[in-house]
């Protein structure tokens, strides 16, 4: 009699040992954290760089490893014109208009409050960048602005950005070696063009202009100021 109380504890303390690990894991999986997600762009990237990206130690650290060592160069003068004086008020008024602003209309020179990384001797010889600029914001430490330069002709990335983006317009503002074709997304645009060397031979140049977070600079900057004009003038009132 007293086996067979034995055995039937020792069946039922079994039966609790296999159960309470399985509670506890499902505890853990209720009240454990989702990891977190990566930031998400709805428009246009470079190397997973688009207009959400935070410009950290990291994210330059990974462009290093595929660019090369960056030059960083604070604050700046932002140009927005392409391929000749007047492109983008002939063909883009909106970005003419924001060029504008950014700049001085007496040809005086304007900085922003931002960085920019330059990358120019690639490591990787199969690189097929000659020359890659990004403009990024100090107050937001996102991108404003993406320049890139190609060493060839560019066919294989016009595939790619099709595929990616759909198709493009075209614009042919010059001879026959001289056109764009632009994509827009979500108020940001990316313009690739080809644009003749002075020996005639056409150069691949891509520039997204990321149009909201140039806006947000300008808004950024004006904010900065007013705030710096009044603290001159509670300063001057607390003087005297």
Same mark, same amino acid.
């Given at each position: 009699?007293?086996?067979k ?5 020792s ?30 762009s709805?428009?246009?990237?470079? $190397?997973?760089i688009g =207009?959400?990206t ?5 994210? /330059?650290?990974? !462009?290093? *490893? #595929?660019?090369?060592?960056?030059a ?6 932002i ?10 008020k002939?063909?883009?008024?909106d ?7 950014l ?9 922003h409050?931002t ?7 690639m490591?990787n010889?199969n690189?097929? $960048?000659?020359?890659? =600029? ?7 430490? /996102?991108?404003? !602005?993406? *320049? #890139? ?6 066919l ?10 759909g ?13 764009s ?22 150069k691949?140049q ?8 140039? =806006?947000k600079?300008?808004?950024d ?5 007013e ?14």
């Amino acid at each position: 009699m007293k086996l067979k109380i034995i055995k039937t504890i020792s069946f039922f303390i079994i039966i609790i040992m296999l159960i309470l690990p399985n509670v506890s894991c499902g505890d853990k999986q209720e009240t454990a954290l989702p990891p977190p997600s990566p930031e998400h762009s709805d428009s246009f990237t470079f $190397f997973d760089i688009g =207009e959400n990206t935070i410009i950290s130690g990291k994210v /330059r650290e990974e !462009l290093n *490893k #595929i660019l090369g060592d960056d030059a960083i160069e604070p604050r700046n003068i932002i140009d927005l014109e392409i391929n000749y004086e007047g492109f983008l008020k002939e063909y883009f008024e909106d970005l003419d208009k924001l060029n504008k602003k950014l700049n001085s209309p007496l040809g005086e020179r304007v900085e922003h409050n931002t960085v920019k990384l330059m990358y120019r001797y690639m490591q990787n010889k199969n690189n097929s $960048f000659e020359y890659v =600029e990004l403009v990024y914001s100090e107050y937001t430490r /996102r991108p404003v !602005l993406i *320049k #890139i330069h190609f060493k060839k002709d560019g066919l294989n990335t016009i595939e790619t950005l099709k595929q990616k983006y759909g198709a493009p317009e075209s614009i042919k503002w010059g001879g026959e070696t001289s056109k764009s074709l632009y994509w827009k997304k979500n108020n940001d645009l990316l313009i690739l063009s080809f644009v003749p060397d002075q020996f005639g031979r056409p150069k691949c140049q891509i520039i997204i202009y990321f149009k909201n977070a140039l =806006e947000k600079l300008l808004k950024d900057e004006q904010k900065e100021k007013e705030k710096t004009r009044g603290e001159r003038t509670n300063s001057g009132k607390t003087a005297f």
